[in-house]
């Protein structure tokens, strides 16, 4: 075996042991390469007929944040399946004294409050709160938290919040690059949904638009494809053209 | 032969600055979208792949003066890709499944295997060549591994970087022992696939 082969082998073997060793540590997949994973499928509470069939249920979500000097020092609370994460900042609660902790939580309501009219939910309606423990006595905002929540393939305009007198709408921004999130400074605890005008659709464009959208990524991949199959081509005949001429070389 | 072993060096850096470069040109076009900057990242891969593949090369200092390692076998450097591939995906196959089935996956799958096999013939085809012609296998495996880990930091994080290395030490490895970049491709491959369905 040469050098190089014995090097080879000890690198795979240590490089397979370290992957295994390091896969535990990460809360995620296998973080190899390129093209991002698309998205799980958005999890409904009340999913549209066409879509019941293979439908998972939307994960709650809960975290316990310790209170010290009477604050909270801020931190982040996520549904099981990320659907909606919220992130208090320092100092976001006033807690009553003797509270040790202050418990979150997110979970899907099953029966929301009927949306204004014009108005149609789109996705889940979250229930968020928070209480203080020991005791389970009320904990106040003393300001608005930061929400993030997925919205499903569609339409959106903006969150709303219900405090239980009635929906009302959020200034919302929507995230970058086609991500199917919408972020809002949440004002309080109760039901949060994106809602969008009844009848929506997704905007659509002129051919020219479209053509415009698709053009670059499909000119690049037909660069990289015909570039590819031409250097294949080009590589199996230099290799073609090198063997005959090693055949000569040893018939001498 | 000192001269020639201290100018070496310069060509396999230059050649691990072009690939750098490109991921952080994939970087900073993301904002154009993950698809058009991963393609753009390709195509940068590609043309840096071709320029290379013609490039003169030197004795290696370290392996038999400039030749070839004996290969392996085509189908058996094919077996123990797909082999590297499944140890790679299996300590993630315990958990859950994900909810994606099967719909967009190809699409998905055909990009994936691309951009991954781009990756292995410039990182395990050019790059490793330069190095190993240049510095010996060793240094090839391990700046392969530093490339790749690199070449991923910016959509990763530091989080993922030693994983990334790590999976780069192994992939380094498998082209050192087979001679080949066909099995890291595969094996590169498979382990991507598997984000889709246990990510």
């Not at chain 1, 929301?112 to 149609?120: K, L, W």
């Not at chain 1, 949440?186 to 464009?205: D, K, M, N, Q």
């Not at chain 2, 909810?99 to 096999?117: C, N, P, S, V, Y």
Request: aromatic fraction near 8%; hydrophobic fraction near 45%.
């Amino acid at each position: 075996m040469t050098r190089g082969r014995r090097a080879g082998l000890a690198a795979l073997v240590l490089g397979l042991a370290a992957a295994a060793a390091l896969h535990g540590r990460l809360a995620g997949a296998p973080v190899y390469d390129g093209i991002i994973v698309p998205p799980e499928p958005y999890r409904w509470e009340s999913p549209p007929p066409n879509l019941r069939a293979g439908n998972k249920p939307p994960l709650p979500g809960e975290a316990t944040l310790p209170v010290v000097n009477g604050q909270v020092a801020g931190g982040g609370v996520q549904t099981g399946d990320n659907q909606v994460v919220i992130y208090f900042g320092v100092g976001t609660f006033k807690a009553a004294p003797g509270t040790r902790t202050v418990k979150c939580t997110i979970e899907p309501d099953p029966n929301p409050p009927p949306p204004p009219a014009g108005v149609e939910i789109r996705g889940n309606v979250y229930r968020i709160g928070c209480i203080a423990q020991p005791g389970g006595g009320p904990v106040t905002l003393t300001s608005s938290y930061h929400l993030t929540m997925r919205f499903p393939p569609g339409p959106i305009s903006e969150i709303q919040y219900n405090d239980g007198s009635g929906w009302r709408p959020l200034q919302t921004l929507r995230a970058a690059g086609g991500d199917p999130y919408a972020n809002a400074n949440a004002p309080g605890f109760g039901e949060y949904a994106a809602t969008a005008s009844t009848g929506a659709t997704v905007p659509g464009g002129s051919i020219l638009t479209i053509i415009g959208r698709y053009a670059p990524f499909f000119g690049i991949l037909a660069f990289v494809i015909i570039f590819g199959v031409i250097a294949v081509v080009q590589e199996l005949r230099r290799r073609q053209a090198r063997i005959p001429a090693q055949s000569k070389k040893r018939r001498r | 032969m000192i001269q020639v072993r201290l100018a070496a060096p310069r060509r396999a850096i230059g050649l691990t600055g072009l690939i750098v470069g490109a991921a952080l040109l994939r970087a900073l076009l993301l904002p154009l979208g993950d698809l058009l900057s991963t393609l753009l990242f390709g195509g940068c891969l590609l043309t840096i792949s071709w320029l290379e593949r013609t490039a003169p090369t030197l004795p290696s200092p370290a392996d038999g003066g400039g030749e070839l390692p004996k290969t392996v076998g085509r189908a058996w450097s094919l077996g123990v890709g797909l082999m590297v591939g499944a140890l790679l995906v299996a300590p993630l196959a315990g958990g859950a499944l994900s909810a994606r089935g099967l719909d967009g996956f190809w699409t998905w799958a055909a990009l994936a295997a691309l951009i991954a096999t781009l990756e292995e013939i410039a990182i395990r085809g050019a790059l490793y060549q330069r190095w190993r012609d240049e510095a010996g296998p060793v240094a090839a495996i391990v700046a392969g591994a530093v490339v790749f880990a690199l070449i991923h930091l910016p959509r990763y994080g530091l989080a993922a970087m030693p994983l990334d290395a790590a999976v780069g030490l192994t992939l380094g490895g498998l082209r050192a022992l087979t001679g080949r970049v066909l099995p890291c491709a595969v094996a590169h491959t498979i382990a991507d696939w598997g984000a889709w369905f246990w990510a």
